[in-house]
């Protein structure tokens, strides 16, 4: 069973109402129209389901920074920026909480030893070397070549990803989780029928 992951929740009303696997909350990250403050973050946390796994996404890479989010207590840190292992190795000796890390054509050559000391790692849509929320479709030819390079429950997929294309894509990606945000959106909000839509078809995906 594939598992889903729902991007840039700013609503905690919202977020105590819906179970995907990993819930993402946008983080320092000002040129994001997701971003939401400190306080917010710790609040969309508090209000998620326990059994819901949350993820601060932040392009923020300063050591001190993370630790500040480090103590929302998130079950992750999503890293949107590209690294390679020896920054990531770097951060882990800091970082005590799970770490995303971002892959696209800027470090995919150093994905085998990223994805060693990441926990996870995530394909998405970069353009003009701004990655996340553009609904734009990823390559998912360039994503799928690295499949076999990234071990099983480690590889999250996203970009412009939405509940049409989302059987294709892991058709073609075989990935672990399906990772969507602007799809889920109705006049730039999220959408709780459409994100329990979602949520269901990916529980459906074999």
């Known amino acids: 069973m594939v598992k889903v992951k729902v991007c840039g929740m700013t609503d905690e009303n919202i977020a105590s109402k819906i179970f995907p696997d990993y819930l993402g909350i946008i983080v320092l990250t000002p040129n994001s129209k997701r971003n939401v403050g400190i306080d917010k973050a710790k609040e969309i946390i508090t209000h998620t389901n326990p059994q819901v796994k949350t993820v601060l996404v932040t392009r923020e890479i300063a050591i001190p920074k993370l630790l500040e989010l480090e103590k929302l207590n998130p079950d992750y840190i999503q890293i949107h920026v590209p690294l390679n292992s020896h920054e990531l190795i770097r951060m882990r000796k800091y970082i005590g909480?799970?770490?995303?890390s971002l892959i696209n054509d800027?470090?995919?050559?150093?994905?085998?030893?990223?994805?060693?000391?990441?926990d996870m790692v995530i394909f998405d849509t970069t353009v003009n070397g701004i990655s996340g929320g553009l609904g734009i479709e990823n390559d998912w030819n360039f994503v799928s070549?690295?499949?076999?390079?990234?071990p099983i429950g480690k590889m999250i997929v996203s970009g412009g990803i939405n509940i049409n294309n989302m059987e294709r894509i892991f058709k073609i990606t075989k990935a672990d989780v399906i990772d969507a945000s602007s799809s889920l959106e109705i006049d730039g909000k999220k959408n709780l029928d459409l994100?329990?839509?979602f949520i269901r078809k990916g529980r459906d995906l074999k």
């Open 97 to 100: 909480v799970g770490i995303i």
């Open 106 to 118: 800027v470090n995919a050559s150093d994905i085998e030893e990223i994805a060693k000391v990441s």
């Open 145 to 150: 070549s690295f499949r076999n390079k990234v």
């Open 195 to 197: 994100i329990n839509q």
